[in-house]
Each structure stands twice: as structure tokens, then as C-alpha cells.
């Protein structure tokens, strides 16, 4: 017999996956499926989709949609990344901890140096002190270095932190790569424009993540440095991510950057982050993990509180590799009345 459930399951703060589509992006969908179109990519939206993102990011890029944010990362990676190359980055980064090996795999064996940071962000000296063997036989060889915007702790690396990792790495000749998958919630609360975040900062390629702000299935890696797209067309006919019918993440991505979609989704969401983090502030026995930045808060909630949250149908994931953190995140459709919702259950904990 089926368990009968007491309570509503909600799955609203346990991650910004959680939340659909905008319409926006539903609607581009829509229009991309009218007609037909040429397949793999030679669409007249992904066409001009590359105009698009040079646009935004005053620059000539080349872009490449994928339709997850692993893809994105691992083959952005092995195109900077030889299989016997090195790649540092945070101990607790998603490529790290979260995807079971994907870059170690698409780099045909490119070594994760993990760095231990401070509060989920590299920093620029300890990456220069941990820089070694070039040129040495017996040692995989330094190769690039990644950075995660926002980071796994709610933090947003600043200009001049993005600055100084990327002028360590380019003085080592290693290339810079940054993880977006929640970039527009980075880009709004640094106030800047995506040029000063990455390629003025030193950033060499992107994955640039929509999916977490409004996107259905979406991400795309962008090269600021046309010399590092190398064979990355034929890595990702291989990677099984050349899409037949390529227009339908292009137009979601189109939809996306056009209008500030993803500008407005991404200021409101840190919105509701902040609004959240603010009210869980108020309670003297939740004590605040590290600053909300963006639209993801990281708290110490006492025992009594979490069963309490579970038994309402919340999901509170405890299981954050800080050890010591409850993770709760707010996205592009997170409403006032669900954060006003959440810190009501908890004033009926004790």
C-alpha cells in the first residue's frame, strides 16, 4: 500500500533547480518548434546568438550551448586542459565534489589540484605557492586554474580577487576558467557589467549557466580567447553534446540575455535571498554560515528546528561539504509569501 502523505512535500529553498522556466524562455521554445530548421547548430538562432553574446560582453566571443552545466565545465576544461595537465581549483568547487569525474574524464585524465581556500573561495597567493613541476617529467604539468561565480559557500568572488587569481595564473602561463553557473546572480550583486566580471578580469573561457535563473535546459561556454577553442566541436560531438536540434537551447539562451530577463530573474532572486537571510538573522539560535552575496543562504539551525522543517515538508539539506552548514536557496520565482511561509513554520519550532 502507498505511504499517505501527512504533509505537503515543498521543495521551495532546496535548490534554484527546483523552479521552472520563465515564460520568457517557454515561450522562445514555442517559436523555435514552428517550422523547421537546420540542424546541429547552423539554426539561424544559434547563428546569432554569437553576435548576441559579443554583444553583452563587448567582445568578439565564440559561444558553444550545451544543455547541462557538467558538459559545460568538463569540456570547457579539456580544451585548456592536456590529459596530463593540472587543475586547481577550490576544494569544495562543483567540479570538485559534484560531477563524478566528468572533467578528470573529458580531459582524459587532467588532474583536480583542490586548494583549501577561505570560505569556498581560492586564494591568489596560496595558488601561487601551490604552482609546481613545470617542465618536470615526473609531474603533471600546471595547465589551467577554475574559478566558481558564485562560489559553493553564497560568496561572490570580487573584481579585484577575480584580478589577482587570474594575474597568478596568466604569470604561470595557465589559463583561467570560470564557472557560472549562477553568474547573473554574481554579475547583479557586484553591480558590474559582464566584461569587467570575466575577460577584463583576466577570465579566458565561461561556462555561463542559465538553467538555475530561468532556463529550461540550457548553458553555454563562451571563449574569450579564440585560440583555446582548439578541437572543442569535435569533443562535443564525441561528449554526445552536439544537439540535432541545437535551436531549441539557443532560443532559450536567446530569450535569456534579450530584454534583461536574466538580469531581472537574478536581481530578484538574490532578492528573496537576502529577505531570507535577513529573517533567519532574527532567530538568536540560527546562527548565519558565511555573508549572503547572492540568492544562496548557508545557516547552522539547531536540531530541533530542522525535524521541525522536515515534518512541514521542507528538505533541508544538511549534507553541505563545509560540514557545518543547512543550505537554502531562493530563485527566480521565489515569492515573498514563501519566504514569510518559511520563517512562520520555524517561530513554531520551539
Known amino acids: 500500500m502507498a505511504k499517505i502523505k501527512t504533509k505537503r512535500e ?25 517550422g523547421d530548421s537546420t540542424p546541429y547548430g547552423n539554426d539561424k538562432i544559434s547563428t546569432e546568438l554569437q553576435d548576441k553574446f559579443s554583444e553583452i560582453f563587448e567582445k568578439e566571443v565564440i559561444v558553444f550551448p550545451t544543455a547541462s552545466g557538467t558538459a559545460a565545465n ?8 592536456p590529459s596530463f595537465g593540472n587543475i586547481y581549483c577550490h ?7 559534484d560531477e563524478c569525474g566528468a572533467p578528470e574524464f573529458y580531459t582524459g585524465g587532467g588532474k583536480l589540484v583542490a586548494l583549501p581556500g577561505v570560505d569556498g573561495k581560492i586564494i591568489a597567493d596560496e595558488l601561487d605557492q601551490s604552482i609546481g613541476g613545470k617542465g618536470i617529467v615526473h609531474h603533471t604539468q600546471p595547465s589551467s586554474v577554475s574559478i566558481t561565480q558564485v ?9 579585484d580577487e577575480i ?6 595564473a596568466h604569470k604561470h602561463n595557465l589559463n583561467m576558467h570560470m564557472d557560472g553557473a549562477r553568474f547573473a546572480n554574481a554579475l547583479v550583486s557586484l553591480g558590474v557589467t559582464p566584461a569587467e566580471m570575466t575577460w577584463k578580469s583576466g577570465i579566458d573561457v565561461l561556462s555561463f549557466g542559465a538553467t538555475k535563473n530561468g532556463c529550461l535546459a540550457a548553458e553555454a561556454i563562451i571563449f574569450f580567447k579564440k585560440d583555446l577553442v582548439g578541437n ?28 534583461d530577463v536574466w538580469l531581472r530573474n537574478a536581481k530578484h532572486a538574490n532578492k528573496m535571498g537576502k529577505k531570507l537571510s535577513e529573517g533567519l538573522a532574527h532567530h538568536s539560535d540560527i546562527k548565519l554560515s558565511y555573508p549572503t552575496e547572492a540568492n544562496e543562504v ?23 561539504l563545509d560540514g557545518k552548514s543547512t ?17 512562520e513554520i520555524l517561530k513554531n519550532s520551539n
Open 298 to 320: 548557508f545557516a547552522k539551525f539547531p536540531r530541533n528546528m530542522i525535524e521541525h522543517l522536515n515534518s512541514e515538508g521542507y528538505k533541508m539539506n544538511e549534507d553541505e
Open 10 to 34: 515543498r521543495v521551495k529553498f532546496a535548490s534554484d533547480n527546483v523552479a521552472g522556466a520563465c515564460p520568457e524562455v517557454l515561450d522562445a521554445i514555442l517559436k523555435a518548434n514552428d
Open 91 to 97: 576544494k569544495l568547487s562543483h567540479i570538485n565534489t
Open 327 to 343: 543550505r537554502l536557496v531562493a530563485a527566480w520565482n521565489t515569492q515573498d509569501s514563501d519566504v514569510d511561509q518559511l520563517l
Open 74 to 81: 568538463a569540456l570547457a576544461l579539456s580544451t585548456m586542459t
Open 163 to 168: 584580478k589577482q587569481i587570474s594575474d597568478v
Open 151 to 159: 562560489c559553493e559557500t553564497g560568496e561572490v568572488y570580487q573584481i
Open 232 to 259: 572543442i566541436a569535435f569533443l562535443m560531438k564525441r561528449a554526445g553534446h552536439l544537439l540535432s536540434k541545437m535551436r531549441f537551447v539557443s532560443a532559450q539562451l536567446d530569450a535569456y540575455i534579450s530584454n
